[in-house]
């Protein structure tokens, strides 16, 4: 059976006339204060409507067959860097959507920096299907007044299969973030007519983006320039919201592993990745495996930690440059800090944010099952250097009946002769058997 | 000793619950294991009876329940029998008093069999926390006077059916005396009659339900719910601000009766205009059009008014030119220029973002306000029609390592010409084998034999990869298990546990090629002959460009290799070689290269095949070693030459084939069937790949979806026997929708096409098979096949009066509901640029050309089409025959207006 976590709020978000009230919860809570934000929206309307599109993503499941029925998960909520960020998944974790109140979309306290869950509920949503245009709402990220409520028995619990897909999800998505490239940028008009060559029903095959003269639209022949596009049909979930954009951009992760739409709002951002296809989460993904190798001191990693905490932003070159590191062991810092859960990734400013996700640490890092086979094969004694050099590793890895893998690593080709590699050639991750090598080099 | 008490009583039928009141945590852990045992023996399938039988009563069955309540954590609880009901009254009076389980509510929450009267009996006694979505799901099938039994019915729990999404539009019920089964609409009126709930409230909470994310029925349903309150224009005045929110709302149904009461308030004082505009945007791009004309209707009423900004509200309107329905647009284009000021420049910026995709008719009704006559960006014309490039270019393997990671994933098929790497380079990879390396192959061979033996069929694996490469690979194994025998042990014991015995299939030395494999059969033992012979020459036919083409100087490289080592060329290897070079101009590009050959034919063939001789001056001894350059250079003159010459003709070999139509009807509809055949049929048996055998199979057997491609990859430049294999195939059974298997092929079919299609094309089975596309009922069909014709006009490389001629002869035959036409170019083909435009417009009049006297179904819309085409191609001419069918059509009221129109222009 599935782990259950449970939430515990102190009470129901809700959404009374003037304030969109939401109750958090964390597992691990960092700071003193119980409410995060309290604040005004400038543009209510556009944060609602956004908020009930990430709620369909959360509500979605794009699996041939979904195992289970679709709940209504939280999603995480992060206050920092003067922006409120809303994210979760769709139940198959293969769509990502990321809601952000920008600075400009708020006139409020940041109360403390902090991320946490937020209890989404259908009576909230309802309401916030009620807010137009004209309305004036404030925003409340926790409860200002600690001790509303007098006795520990009036909690909101909630309980709903523990998001472990989610923590992997979105380690792997910050850093396919960090890969992306904009590639095109549209007007609304442009969207609009974009979305009009949407297919219709589920579609198996790839689509791609294109661009002809001056119009865009999905096709799916394959050309120079393309965006790649898997399970296109996702990208219903964001027509509700087309009619309102300023304009809209798109990203490619560099290997094509993810797409990106970027919806732009008076305010607020919608952002809304892909992952390669219907069928794939970006929980399996393991773009981040190769990056969690490297062990650090714990100490360091606190540091850090507390040092972006302050900072609110990591920039993993500055800090090289300004702490005289070795950039690439920055950047694998940048892999762990993200693989932790502690960083966000913003594609406009090409910034890490802080955003600890509000699990528990070894719960985060309990979810590597390649990671953690890698580790049993070597403390099986399962993996054999067979040769090292400043170029080259060729390694020997006991697989199963005894059968020996070929590991073969040359910067940064890493090979072997498993089926997982034997399939993916290395663009879902990497193979238990090249982590261990890796791990032992 | 519990565990024997338990099994005791439940086998007596005694009293379990004083047994079960005396149970400690404890004691009910170690019963735990006690009672799994007892449940798992309950069912048993019976051989005798073919069947399972159950081997306790009912009494028997509940009590097993009973103890499963009380012993079980949430975890390990499952009820035994469906009958058995834990909210129950027996439970309610007989355990829940005593035990509730820590997990009860939530199983009854989730589990949701439960009549409401029960879950407030439950809850009022404290023994069940209800959410609102069970109290919302039981009212809703609740029967009878269950609504009024309680006060917090009607006060609180009612208002959860507008909150949760149920089942209530599906369902009816007794509710008040008179004992009529109602409709809950029914229901809902009539407690609204008799004031039992607020009529104010009750508009509201529906109204609110269109933007809770309900689905498609249930929205549908509360509109209804909403209709039947048949409220009042003052009520629609007081609730505007919630109407207005509304039209967020994702489904059409409630948009629409919502567009009908803002209609009918419109004019009123209170109508608070400034609010609704702000949702113009969403109405203006909404798929169904009665969205978009209603909204037009009320901006027209708003725009009349005095007070209002006539040019802001034109700005929202212009919105509206979006949509791709030319009526719509003009009804746009009526209120721009009877509100509008031709001096507006913003206005006018505005609507040139639009300017592109207007129709005809619609520029000149808003002539004064375009900026632009022309904004096309043009786009680049390609008329490349080279396959060779950088991208493509697939690398050369030399190391052991190397080959040993292509081998490695060949078996998974990443790539179609990934077999044709095998063959090639297996050969070297035996020579570079060590007993210090061998081992690497272990997992290599392990796979391959669990592809091969698997009962399953691997995904994306074919049947080379399932069994021909597994028969090669395990001979291979065998051979170096004996040179080899302590290095691959591990290897030979997996295989001797995997006990595979006869599955064990190895190649037969056979020329048997008359199968659609058949060829890739031959490969595969040319491969084996040149492992055996330790020969380390490349096959002349392995790609050197994704998906199947060959750089023309790595071929006579490699023939010359050949003749350099004494080695034999393979007449198939050479055949399909000389067919996977692009057919393009290299003349005197290849002549020095070219005389270093020996072989004097294969030299005049290539002399000939790269331009240097002509055909008609060369000696030809061996017609099989020409064949296939005359038929991928496709010139008419040269192959009647050597048709003439052989005394033969070719139609087999290069897929010509004629079609005949048969008219079948069956009880409800008619439809047409379409054969392929050869009309002047000789038999020629060419040595080779174009034996007669392997030919027949390729047009009579089926192909393995996921080797259609390789094999059709062989002949790049000539795959109209596939091809016509294909459309015949699918559509020999009838025009009607194909079943989803011939779906998957077709699309295969067209993504060969699609990679196959770089140079003019003169036989037909290209342009049926992409019409075939073009008119398929799937989506992706149809996106894939216009992005062909898209391609094939930019390398200008396309007859499109012979597809609209095409197209005419299926359309009149009843192929495809013509609107799957007429919507595909409008949403996809039209206004892509001018010059395509031009080709639209050919492939239109070509289809009209070859139309019945009798106009069809839906043809009125083509003409439109082909209207709108021609305005903005005013000089394109006409031929007699279109000009013909038009005066014959005219005869039609509904299609003389726009025949007239065509014809004046």
């Known amino acids: 059976m599935e782990e259950q976590l449970n939430y515990c709020y102190q009470q129901k978000s809700d959404l009374n006339s003037e304030t969109i009230f939401l109750s958090q919860f964390s597992e691990i809570h960092k700071g003193t204060s119980s409410c995060l934000f309290w604040g005004k929206l400038k543009y209510p309307y556009y944060l609602s409507r956004c908020l009930i599109t990430l709620s369909n993503v959360v509500k979605s499941s794009f699996n041939l067959s979904p195992f289970q029925i679709a709940l209504l998960k939280d999603p995480i909520v992060t206050v920092g860097n003067q922006q409120i960020r809303f994210e979760g998944f769709s139940h198959c974790v293969g769509v990502y959507a990321r809601v952000d109140v920008l600075e400009d979309g708020l006139d409020g306290e940041v109360l403390e920096y902090g991320t946490t869950n937020v209890d989404f509920n259908q009576e909230l949503i309802t309401a916030l299907g009620k807010v137009n245009r004209n309305d004036q709402l404030s925003l409340s ?40 490239n904009p590639i095109f940028t549209l007007t609304k008009v442009q969207a609009l007519q974009l979305f009009k060559t949407l297919p219709v029903g589920k579609v198996k095959e790839d689509y791609y983006l294109s661009k002809k003269g001056n119009r865009y639209s999905f096709t799916i022949r394959k050309e120079k320039d393309t965006i790649t596009i898997g399970g296109i049909h996702r990208l219903k979930l964001l027509q509700p919201l087309l009619p309102l954009i300023k304009e809209m951009s798109v990203y490619e992760q560099e290997e094509k592993q993810s797409v990106t739409f970027v919806l732009v709002f008076e305010g607020v951002k919608f952002n809304f990745s892909l992952s390669r296809n219907y069928y794939r989460g970006f929980s399996g993904e393991g773009a981040l495996l190769d990056g969690l190798l490297d062990t650090f001191p714990e100490k360091l990693i606190k540091a850090f930690d507390s040092f972006t905490y302050t900072n609110q932003t990591f920039n993993p070159t500055l800090l090289a440059v300004d702490k005289d590191l070795d950039l690439s062991k920055v950047e694998n810092l940048t892999n762990v800090l993200a693989g932790m859960g502690l960083l966000g990734y913003d594609l406009e400013t090409r910034n890490f944010y802080y955003r600890r996700l509000p699990f528990k640490l070894n719960r985060i890092l309990s979810l590597n099952p390649r990671l953690k086979g890698a580790e049993k094969l070597i403390e099986e004694g399962k993996v054999k250097i067979l040769s090292q050099n400043e170029y080259e590793t060729k390694a020997e890895v006991e697989g199963s009946g005894g059968i020996q893998h070929y590991v073969l690593i040359q910067g940064e080709n890493k090979k072997c002769t498993c089926t997982w590699y034997s399939k993916n050639q290395g663009t879902r991750g990497l193979c238990k058997h090249i982590l261990a090598v890796l791990k032992l080099k | 000793m519990l565990t024997t008490e338990l099994e005791s009583i439940i086998k007596n039928e005694e009293e379990i619950i004083p047994f079960l009141k005396t149970l400690s945590p404890k004691d009910k852990k170690e019963l735990w294991s006690q009672l799994r045992r007892i449940k798992k023996g309950v069912y048993e399938f019976s051989e005798e009876q073919g069947r399972r039988i159950c081997h306790y009563n009912d009494a028997q069955l509940l009590l097993i329940d009973v103890a499963s309540f009380v012993i079980c954590e949430k975890k390990n609880f499952s009820r035994i029998t469906y009958k058995t009901d834990f909210g129950s009254e027996f439970f309610e009076n007989e355990i829940l008093p005593w035990y509730v389980p820590s997990w009860y509510s939530d199983y009854i929450n989730n589990e949701k069999k439960i009549s409401y009267d029960r879950v407030l009996q439950l809850s009022k006694k404290g023994f069940l926390k209800p959410t609102t979505s069970l109290i919302a799901d039981c009212l809703a099938i609740v029967w009878d006077d269950d609504l009024f039994n309680y006060p917090e019915t009607l006060k609180e729990h009612i208002w959860y059916l507008f909150q949760e999404e149920t089942i209530i539009s599906q369902r009816y019920s007794y509710v008040f005396d008179d ?157 721009i220029v009877k509100y509008g000021d031709p001096l507006d420049e913003p206005l006018k910026d505005q609507i040139s973002i639009y300017h592109e995709s207007l129709f005809f008719s619609v520029k000149e009704v808003l002539s004064s306000f375009l ?11 390609k008329n490349c029609i080279s396959v060779l490039f950088d991208e493509n270019e697939i690398p050369v393997y030399s190391t052991f390592d190397e080959i040993l990671f292509l081998i490695a994933q060949v078996i998974e098929n990443n790539e179609v010409y990934h077999v044709e790497l095998l063959l090639n380079y297996l050969p070297k990879l035996d020579q570079l084998i060590t007993n210090e390396n061998v081992s690497k192959l272990e997992p290599v061979f392990k796979r391959v034999l669990e592809v091969h033996t698997s009962r399953t069929w691997t995904k994306n694996v074919g049947a080379l990869e399932k069994y021909y490469i597994p028969n090669y690979l395990n001979e291979y194994a065998d051979i170096l298990m004996e040179r080899y025998p302590n290095e691959l042990q591990k290897y030979k014991q997996f295989r001797n546990k995997k006990n595979i015995g006869d599955e064990l299939k190895y190649l037969k030395e056979t020329g048997r090629i008359n199968f659609p494999l058949g060829v890739y059969y031959q490969l595969i033992l040319y491969s084996r002959q040149l492992l055996k012979e330790n020969q380390k020459v ?67 063939v290539l002399n000939y095949h790269f331009s240097e001789k002509a ?28 048709e003439n010459k052989l005394n033969t003709n070719f139609d087999i070999e290069r897929g010509v084939f004629k079609r005949k139509f048969k008219s079948e009807f069956a009880s409800s509809y008619n439809y047409t069937k379409v054969k392929f055949f050869l009309e002047n049929e000789v038999i020629n048996d060419f040595n080779g790949i174009f034996k007669r055998d392997y030919l027949s199979s390729l047009f009579h057997e089926n192909i393995h979806h996921n080797d259609d491609m ?62 075939g596309g073009i008119l398929n009922p799937g989506n992706v069909h149809r996106d894939l096949s216009v992005e062909i014709w898209l391609n094939v006009n930019d390398k200008g490389i396309f007859d499109n009066k012979r597809f609209g001629a095409i197209i005419g002869e299926f359309q009149a035959r009843g192929y495809a509901p013509v609107k799957r036409l007429t919507d595909l170019i409008v949403k996809r083909m039209l206004n892509i640029s001018k010059k395509h435009n031009e080709n639209l417009l050919e492939v239109l009049v070509g289809m009209v050309e070859n139309m019945p006297s009798t106009p069809i179904r839906g043809i009125k819309k083509v003409l439109e089409l082909i209207k709108e085409l021609k305005t903005s191609h005013s000089n394109y001419l006409l031929s007699d025959r279109f000009k013909e069918t038009l005066e014959v059509w005219k005869e039609n009221k509904g299609l003389k207006s726009v025949i007239n129109s065509i014809l004046e222009i």
């Open chain 2, 538 to 604: 490349d096959f002349l036919s392995t790609p050197t460009h994704a998906p199947c083409w060959i750089a023309p100087q790595v071929l006579i490289d490699r023939i010359i290799s050949f003749e350099e080592k004494g080695v034999a060329i393979n007449l198939i290897d050479f055949q399909i070689a000389i067919g996977r070079i692009p057919v393009q101009d290299f003349k005197g590009k290849l002549t020095s290269l070219i005389q270093k050959i020996n072989h004097q034919e294969i030299k005049e």
């Open chain 2, 179 to 335: 004992r009529k089964n109602r409709r809950w609409i029914d229901i809902f009126t009539k407690l609204v009659e008799e004031n039992h709930i607020e009529r104010e409230k009750v508009i509201t909470h529906t109204i609110l339900t269109f933007t809770s994310g309900f689905n498609k029925t249930n929205t549908g349903w509360f509109t209804d719910l909403l209709l039947s309150l048949e409220i009042t224009k003052e009520e629609i005045l007081l609730h505007q601000e919630e109407i207005f929110t509304a039209l967020n709302t994702q489904h059409s149904k409630p948009i629409n009766t919502l567009l009908k009461y803002i209609k009918s308030i419109v004019s009123e004082e209170e109508f608070q205009i400034d609010l609704f505009i702000q949702y113009a945007g969403i109405l203006f791009v909404s798929e169904t059009k009665a969205v978009v004309n209603t909204a037009l209707q009320i901006f027209e009423k708003i725009i009349q008014q005095p007070t209002t900004d006539k040019s802001d509200l034109l700005k929202i309107i212009t919105e509206g030119l979006i949509q791709t329905d030319e009526k719509i647009q003009l009804k746009v284009a009526k209120l």
């Open chain 2, 371 to 381: 900026i632009h006559e022309e904004t096309y960006e043009e786009i680049e014309e």
């Open chain 2, 710 to 771: 390789k094999v059709l990859l062989l002949q790049p430049n000539n795959p109209n026997i596939l091809l016509s294999k294909a459309f015949h195939s699918f559509y020999f059974g009838g025009t009607i929708l194909p079943e989803v298997p011939e779906q998957t092929f077709e699309l295969d079919y067209l993504k060969g096409l699609e990679k196959v299609w770089y140079k003019e094309e003169t036989n037909d089975a290209p342009y049926c098979v992409l019409m």
């Open chain 2, 615 to 642: 055909l008609q001056t060369l000696t030809i001894d061996h017609p099989e070693l020409w064949l296939q350059s005359v038929i991928s250079r496709n010139i008419q003159d040269e192959i009647t030459f050597l």
């Open chain 1, 141 to 180: 990220v926790g409860k200002k007044e600690v001790g509303f409520h007098q006795d520990g028995e009036s909690f909101i619990e909630r309980k709903v299969p523990l998001p472990t897909k989610w923590i992997k999800g979105l380690s792997t998505v910050q850093l396919y973030f960090s890969q992306s």
